[in-house]
């Protein structure tokens, strides 16, 4: 078995983001790495979107950005003006084309489908794999999408809808997000903010053609992706092992609120990078803090208890200013605006989860 300096066990989103990091910060030209990833071949099957609220390396990735957007619960619509954070999109084909492009240059990585192909003996590991990433009965961002094509210009392409809950609940939270590319093509997604026990919230399909033709109205149109993903909304109690960090949502980098991960993913690349020479001894990177993680368990308490309340409650949040929500989102919020977004919820029943 080879043996080598680094390994990436899962050659996904976090494990390809921290090994291109390292190969254009020239960190890999002396020191060789093993990438453990059991896919056959890459091709856009994610998508991944956010607030722009710092720089990446992946720009030439983006689908789309937007600069305004809405949410809305039956009989109300806001709209929120995002001009300086735009909301970008990440079309994953191309991020693993740039990447595995990039890393084909540099005979000093290779791929793996097998960890027992490779000796991990005297190996710094780092790992997106996580022990207790399957537990149905916690809680759980799940979804489903159709990216859909139509022969007339059906939807307006400069503004999106985070959240639409005018829809069928079924005692959980549930909303809709589209995200339209053009006037002729439109990412259209279910969300479920629930446990993974209740099979009657995934029939997806069902739901996606329902919206799609009855709420939008379209009735022409043409399936040309889909995706279906679920999201971890509880801390995944990994080991922590000597010589090896984990990465991605396995080290922590999902905010457990909103699910937001790819952002997070890039700052902690930047600072393996950045230490990679003395990683052993450095501290554990923490990008989301003891407020946040604090702040997010109320709210996942509340969200668990009162999943009748969760739209007026999203709802609210966005009455705020477009700065404060977004930066409360990204991780980024000073004390002033994580007061003015706590000053929006509704008292009582955050106190009773917090007493």
Not at 113 to 138: A, R, T
Not at 227 to 235: K, Q, R, S
Not at 279 to 287: D, E, L, Y
Request: charged content about 25%; proline content about 2%; glycine content about 4%.
């Amino acid at each position: 078995m080879r043996e080598f300096d680094y390994i990436i066990i899962g050659g996904g989103c976090a494990g390809l983001s921290l090994a291109y990091e390292l190969e254009i910060n020239q960190k890999l030209k002396d020191k060789s790495l093993a990438i453990i990833e059991p896919r056959e071949e890459y091709k856009r099957d994610k998508t991944w979107s956010f607030w722009k609220v710092i720089d990446h390396n992946f720009e030439d990735c983006v689908k789309k950005s937007w600069d305004n957007f809405t949410i809305n619960i039956p009989g109300n619509t806001k709209h929120i003006e995002c001009k300086n954070t735009p909301y970008q999109t990440i079309d994953s084909g191309l991020f693993y084309l740039k990447i595995i492009n990039t890393l084909k240059k540099n005979k000093n990585i290779n791929f793996f489908k097998n960890i027992n192909e490779v000796d991990i003996k005297d190996s710094f590991i780092f790992n997106s794999l996580s022990d207790n990433h399957y537990d149905k009965s916690n809680l759980w961002q799940h979804f489903s999408g159709f990216e859909i094509e139509t022969d007339k210009d059906l939807f307006d392409d400069k503004i999106f809808n985070l959240m639409d809950f005018d829809c069928d609940q079924k005692n959980s939270v549930h909303f809709f997000y589209t995200l339209p590319f053009s006037k002729k093509k439109a990412l259209i997604e279910t969300t479920w903010l629930s446990d993974l026990n209740n099979n009657s919230l995934q029939d997806y399909e069902k739901q996606l053609k329902d919206y799609i033709e009855n709420h939008l109205n379209i009735k022409k149109y043409k399936i040309s992706f889909t995706e279906t993903g679920a999201i971890p909304l509880f801390d995944l109690r990994n080991e922590q092992k000597i010589n090896q960090i984990n990465i991605g949502t396995a080290g922590g980098m999902t905010r457990l609120s909103t699910g937001y991960t790819f952002l997070n993913i890039q700052e902690h690349s930047k600072y393996i990078t950045k230490n990679i020479e003395n990683i052993k001894n450095h501290k554990k990177f923490t990008i989301i803090t003891k407020k946040y993680k604090y702040l997010d368990n109320i709210f996942l308490k509340v969200l668990k208890k009162n999943p009748e309340k969760m739209s007026k409650i999203f709802f609210k949040m966005f009455l705020s200013s477009p700065s404060t929500v977004i930066n409360f989102l990204s991780n980024k919020s000073n004390f002033f605006e994580d007061i003015a977004i706590i000053s929006k919820m509704p008292k009582w029943t955050f106190i009773k989860e917090i007493i």
